[in-house]
């Protein structure tokens, strides 16, 4: 037994969630030998958020127990490294994954599933930035409970080259990150746009905000098609997109025109998140929808009062706590999502570039 026939073995397993092996993920981040044939082994993973984590040591224990019968005390260490195609850099976004979450059409509680989901993996230990780019009806400072009577303050900071850039200060929700179009107006005034004063936005919300570095940034997007998603995929090479939608089979078609609009611009649909099933709109329809157009489904989230009263209040966090029913459904979602970016990121060596439209 050597470090390298230790590597070679736990190189060929198959990782149970991404479906590679761990050679491929690069997931074997250390092997030691000591005497009496003892083995440590630390294994990295590449999101916070993988799931049952506590398989991983037996599976390292039990493949090297088969492959070297002698094998010592086998001492496993697992940590995690977020991994990502780091896309932002040409607009000087410092994030490892851009994810932006859309539906086909308003009120089926994509804002609510994206807040869920930068909250998640803020607490599953990622540094995550959440960006409200639903710039006609910001809704996330309001979920989230940020009242504000000035806009994010604004500084001058000096670059190593000397030059002053301007910066804008991230509102901080118990260390989640964040910018909204709701943080600059107040709540009753209408916005209206012209579309290259949109893209401006945006791209000032992406350059200008100080996020630091980022694991994930999550992007909330105003429902249906158009311009935020078209402007969004210029500047960014974004991870991909999750689809939310409700499982009637009038709301499905939305979806379907949502996920045709993300293949159009060229962002990878990560899954469908089918929310608010239960006995109300049914359930299920989502995952047969995303079985038929070949996507990953990412979950369900109930219908449930408690969710709709917390966001109103303010309090969109509290759906984390340990006692809180619509949090083991989160936590799924979060995973899932989590997991496909990671698979993604092995597979897609560049990012995508948009041709012609
Ligand atoms: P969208 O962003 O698609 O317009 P929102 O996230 O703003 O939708 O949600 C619309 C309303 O539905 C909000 O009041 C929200 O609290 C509520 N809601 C969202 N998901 C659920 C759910 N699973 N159960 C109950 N209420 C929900």
Request: include cysteine; proline fraction near 7%.
């Amino acid at each position: 037994m050597t470090v390298e026939s230790v590597r070679a073995c736990l190189g060929a397993v198959t990782d149970p969630e991404l479906g590679r092996s761990w050679d491929e993920a690069r997931m074997i981040d250390n092997v030691e030998l000591s005497g009496a044939g003892e083995v440590r082994v630390a294994i990295e993973l590449p999101t916070p958020a993988y799931p049952d984590q506590e398989r991983i040591a037996p599976l390292v224990q039990k493949t090297l127990h088969s492959q070297f019968p002698n094998v010592g005390n086998v001492a496993v260490d697992v940590s995690w490294k977020v991994r990502g195609k780091e896309s932002g850099g040409s607009i000087g976004l410092r994030c490892k994954n851009v994810v932006a979450v859309g539906s086909g059409k308003g009120g089926v509680g994509k804002s609510t599933v994206a807040a869920a989901l930068a909250y998640g993996l803020h607490t599953l230990g990622a540094k995550v930035g959440l960006m409200d780019a639903d710039v006609y009806g910001p809704s996330i400072p309001h979920m989230l409970g940020v009242q504000r009577n000035e806009p994010p303050a604004v500084e001058e900071i000096k670059a190593p080259s000397g030059e002053t850039i301007p910066r804008m200060e991230a509102i901080d929700v118990n260390g989640l990150k964040t910018m909204s179009m709701g943080y600059h107006v107040p709540d009753d005034k209408p916005i209206i746009w012209r579309g290259p004063m949109l893209h401006r936005t945006l791209q000032q919300f992406l350059q200008l905000t100080d996020w630091g570095e980022l694991d994930y940034m999550i992007i909330d997007l105003p429902p249906g098609t158009g311009d935020v998603t078209l402007s969004l995929s210029q500047m960014l090479g974004l991870a991909g997109a999750v689809v939310v939608c409700t499982p009637q089979q009038v709301a499905l078609l939305d979806a379907i025109r949502a996920l045709k609009m993300f293949d159009t611009v060229k962002i990878p649909v990560l899954g469908f998140v089918e929310n608010m099933s239960g006995e109300v709109f049914g359930s299920g329809g989502a995952q047969q929808a995303a079985e038929k157009h070949g996507v990953p489904f990412l979950g369900e989230l109930p219908i449930d009062p408690q969710i709709r009263i917390e966001s109103d209040a303010g309090r969109l966090q509290a759906l984390f706590d340990e006692q809180s029913a619509p949090r083991p459904h989160l936590i799924k979602i979060c995973q899932r999502v989590a997991i496909e970016i990671a698979k993604n990121s092995l597979s897609s060596s560049t990012m995508p570039t948009l041709e012609v439209l």
